[in-house]
């Protein structure tokens, strides 16, 4: 079945620790993004890539890094320089074009810094 | 900064009744808009597309688009339990180089029996 994954879905972290949120796709599609929401929040974008080897920075994207060496992976890297990580991060994908804003979005990765 | 704003809820409707979301954006090149459903620890699922002027129906729900007003609505009609959900609304701005949703907080609704 295609769909996107998300691991690993519950992350503790202590303080000064970088983690690494991994997102899988098989629907080919070429758009991924990761988004950050709080309690309450809608969702903020932190970045987003339309190509591999390519990504531009969303509205969040101080404390975050993320690569696209691959179609199907996109990794976000929570450093130790953002100062609030605690959060539900999402992970979506999307085709180009005219369907652009339908977005698939994986299960979600719930990060507690401790 | 481009917004979109959703009214404040949260929104209380009873078994059967209709519910209305609405949704107001800032920026009048956004060129479609959607409305996404998630759960509660869940994650968000898309639930309707509009990118015309006018009303689309799918079941339940009817997205309305009003581009002069810069206003989308949601309606539920016969609203059921499992309709309980924060509903989101997102303007897609297609940009300079690389597209993407905007999106809204969110409203939360509760359909009681």
């Known amino acids: 079945d295609g769909g996107i994954t998300q691991s690993p879905k519950y992350l503790f972290r202590k303080e000064g620790q970088n983690v690494t949120l991994s997102c899988e796709q098989n629907l080919n599609h070429d758009a991924m993004y990761w988004y950050r929401q709080d309690p309450g929040q809608g969702l903020r974008l932190i970045y987003y890539?339309?190509?591999?080897?390519?990504?531009q920075k969303g509205d969040i994207a101080e404390g975050y890094s993320v690569s696209r060496e691959k179609k199907e992976s996109f990794p976000l890297t929570v450093t130790s320089a953002q100062k609030n990580p605690t959060a539900f991060y999402l992970c979506a994908s999307s085709t180009p074009g005219g369907r652009a804003g339908e977005l698939f979005f994986g299960e979600g990765s719930r990060l507690t810094v401790l | 900064q481009k917004e979109v704003e959703q009214n404040s809820g949260p929104l209380s409707v009873p078994e059967g009744a209709i519910a209305s979301l609405n949704c107001t954006y800032s920026d009048r090149g956004s060129q479609s808009f959607f409305w996404y459903r998630q759960y509660s620890g869940k994650s968000p699922e898309l639930i309707m597309s509009i990118y015309s002027n006018g009303d689309k129906e799918d079941g339940r729900f009817t997205a309305q688009l009003n581009k002069a007003s810069q206003y989308v609505s949601l309606l539920i009609r016969d609203s059921q339990p499992s309709d309980s959900a924060t509903y989101l609304c997102?303007?897609?701005?297609?940009?300079?180089?690389?597209?993407?949703?905007?999106f809204g907080r969110g409203t939360q609704l509760t359909v009681w029996p």
């Open positions: 997102a303007a897609y701005d297609r940009g300079s180089t690389l597209g993407r949703l905007y």
């Open positions: 890539s339309q190509i591999v080897n390519d990504f």
